[in-house]
């Protein structure tokens, strides 16, 4: 597709509840990026792919949050046991991977999560 | 660790007129980027402008420049004659050169209104 595209667009969920979020890249871009924005601040660094593999993922806030790239493309976010502390804006975003500006990032429109 | 600080929460200004958003950081490192991405209600961060700091010159485009002072570590973003559209958060953003994980680290935002 033309940019990065993430579904769902909106997860309602209860405490307690596993969800998975997706990502679509850029055709052609080899490194993938998740951040989470909370209501009114600005976006939070989570986990980095280059191709398949996760290059760091310093910014996951626990061992409930885990993230993949099977086959260097899509992306799924997944987070266990979820708490109304994950309610958020979680984004995606994708870049070339060459060094350099070149390697500006570009969002998809976010997944809205909303732990009840 | 880098930081980034957005001391203007809110910020007005009326159409077609001038405004300057401010963004200050803090890194050790000597060279880096620096964006502003424009968030509008759809969420999805868009690209406004960015400028890699061993570039002396101000980066422009179009409406958009910036005024980057590297000693001060100061990088404010000018809005030239203010159209309605241009209504949205705006976040300023770094990331360092030669970082492996390449993430942004994001300011909190400042959020421009435009009055017709």
């Known amino acids: 597709g033309a940019g990065v595209s993430q579904t769902p667009s909106n997860k309602v969920t209860e405490k307690g509840k596993y969800v998975e979020l997706r990502c679509d890249p850029i055709?052609?871009?080899?490194?993938l990026y998740w951040y989470r924005q909370s209501l009114g601040q600005g976006p939070e660094f989570l986990i980095y792919f280059q191709g398949t593999g996760a290059a760091d993922d310093s910014g996951l806030p626990n061992d409930r949050f885990f993230a993949v790239r099977p086959e260097g493309s899509v992306s799924t976010l997944k987070i266990q046991r979820t708490e109304r502390g994950d309610s958020a804006v979680y984004l995606c975003?994708?870049?070339?991977?060459?060094?350099?500006?070149?390697?500006?990032?570009?969002f998809g429109p976010g997944t809205r999560l909303t732990v009840l | 660790a880098q930081t980034v600080t957005q001391s203007q929460p809110e910020m007005s200004v009326q159409e077609a007129e001038t405004v300057t958003l401010s963004c200050t950081y803090d890194?050790?490192?000597?060279?880096?980027?620096l964006f502003w991405y424009k968030q509008p209600p759809s969420r999805q961060m868009i690209l406004v402008i960015r400028q890699e700091a061993y570039k002396q010159q101000n980066a422009t485009e179009n409406r958009f420049s910036v005024n980057f002072q590297k000693a001060a570590k100061s990088f404010s973003l000018k809005i030239s004659d203010s159209q309605l559209g241009d209504a949205a958060m705006y976040f300023c953003?770094?990331?360092?050169?030669?970082?492996?994980?390449?993430?942004?680290?994001f300011g909190g935002g400042t959020r421009l209104m435009v009055k017709p």
């Open positions: 975003a994708s870049s070339s991977g060459l060094a350099g500006l070149s390697d500006t990032q570009y």
């Open positions: 055709s052609g871009h080899t490194a």
């Open positions: 890194t050790s490192e000597s060279d880096y980027y």
């Open positions: 953003a770094y990331r360092a050169l030669n970082n492996a994980g390449n993430m942004l680290t």
